[in-house]
């Protein structure tokens, strides 16, 4: 027993060894680190030189190393599963911060080969764990935002304090290439939403804190996931009719997701032209709120009807929640046809400015939205996606498959 024990001595502390070894190669964080990493250095400005001058390996598929590590906050809306998908199929180590249940990101996982998406849970109120998710990274895209509020997160704090402090926290890394900032079209200090206010107030303190960050500035977006046209036809598949805010001649310029995540790749991915630059997505129609509800309408194929609200009495519906909600003992229902900042946002038009800089700025040529990009909506037609309310009543049933 003696000479077995031998044996197997060294063979026990061995492990031990290779382990300290592979900690001092690898450095592990728990839920403590972040502040005290050799990498979190005082600093005024991001690396001047982009990502450009990154060792890449391969041919540039999802296999490939790009050689960037995006930290992407707000990854598991609907923005981020395709921000993450198109960082994920250029090589790129994507990581993936989430606040809600495991469940959150596990949808990202599957869009990068393996251990290329790495999902970390974190407290956007909790320095450190946001300095845990950029210890590794070299870029940063936020995508944090919200339309209303809830009892634990104000509009402000999710649109205007969680983005500028994750600017702050960039800064003192000391090895951010690059800071992408994702606003909204329309944000402005002087605009009746105060999301948009918030944007606006973020926009200004972003680049006060890194000159060298790209804001970009999409409109509405439209998509598979999105909260416009599939609220809007769930709506009317329900009650047969949606609301029209004013009279539905508020013009807004919605631009297709997939393209917004595309400006975001090719931001990323230049020369550090985009650098210190302010972009605004805008699709290339305009629309009326009214335009806008007879595509879907058509697309749904159903009849259109609509009930004109006033914009005061819009926001009589509105207010209650707003001033509920935090004096309750229970959580409100999310506003979902009924939003009082939606309603106030909608009192002004949301076009791309003259001379701003735009999609073709960054090489990008966007989509129109009539055809493939709203093609999701066909789920909502009545007897299968080949038929609907305004087909089946003009198709005689000798006609039917």
């Known amino acids: 027993m003696q000479t077995v024990a031998k044996r197997l001595r060294p063979r026990a502390t061995a ?20 502040g005290e990493h050799p990498r979190f250095v005082s600093t005024t400005t991001l690396t001047p030189k982009g990502v450009g001058h990154l060792v890449r390996k391969g041919t540039g598929g999802r296999s490939s190393v790009s050689g960037i590590v995006a930290a992407v906050f707000g990854s598991t809306g609907f923005l981020g599963r395709y921000v993450v998908q198109q960082l994920a199929k250029m090589g790129s180590q994507v990581l993936v911060p989430f606040r809600g249940s495991e469940d959150s990101p596990r949808h990202l996982k599957l869009m990068g080969d393996l251990g290329q998406i790495v999902p ?38 999710v649109n205007q304090h969680m983005p500028v402090r994750i600017a702050q926290i960039a800064k003192e890394h000391g090895g951010i290439m690059r800071f992408i900032q994702l606003s909204c079209l329309g944000a402005s200090a002087s605009s009746p939403s105060r999301v948009l206010r918030a944007k606006a107030a973020a926009e200004e303190a972003i680049m006060g804190e890194l000159p060298e960050a790209t804001v970009l500035k999409p409109a509405a977006l439209i998509g598979t996931e999105d909260r416009i046209l599939n609220r809007w036809a769930h709506f009317a598949k329900k009650y047969g009719f949606i609301p029209l805010y004013g009279d539905g001649t508020t013009k807004i310029q919605p631009a297709y997701v997939v393209d ?34 007879e595509l879907m309408f058509e697309t749904i194929r159903e009849w259109p009807r609509y009930v004109k609200v006033p914009f005061p009495i819009a926001r009589a519906i509105a207010t209650p929640r707003e001033l509920l909600i935090n004096k309750l003992p229970f959580p409100l229902p999310t506003p979902e046809m009924i939003n009082l900042d939606e309603i106030n946002s909608l009192t002004q038009d949301t076009v791309v400015s003259e001379n701003a800089l ?13 055809g493939y990009p709203i093609e999701f909506l066909i789920q909502y037609r009545k007897g299968g996606p080949q038929f609907g309310s305004t087909v089946s009543e003009r198709v005689s049933p000798e006609d039917y498959p």
């Not at 492990?15 to 972040?34: C, E, M």
């Not at 895209?141 to 009892?151: K, M, Q, S, V, W």
């Not at 917004?260 to 629309?287: H, R, T, W």
């Open 358 to 370: 735009t999609f073709e700025d960054l090489g990008i040529v966007p989509h129109k939205l009539k």
């Open 120 to 157: 970390m849970k974190y407290n956007p109120r909790d320095e450190n764990s946001v300095k845990a998710v950029m210890a590794k990274a070299n870029v940063v895209i936020n995508l944090i935002g919200r339309d209303y509020a809830t009892r634990n997160f104000s509009l402000e704090e």
């Open 15 to 34: 492990p031990v060894h290779a382990i300290s070894s592979l900690k001092s190669l690898y450095p592990l964080h728990d839920r403590h680190f972040g």
């Open 260 to 293: 917004v995540a595309g400006a975001v790749i090719a931001a990323l991915k230049d020369d550090g032209s985009s650098m210190g630059k302010v972009y605004e997505l805008g699709g290339p129609d305009i629309f009326t709120i009214h335009d806008l509800a």
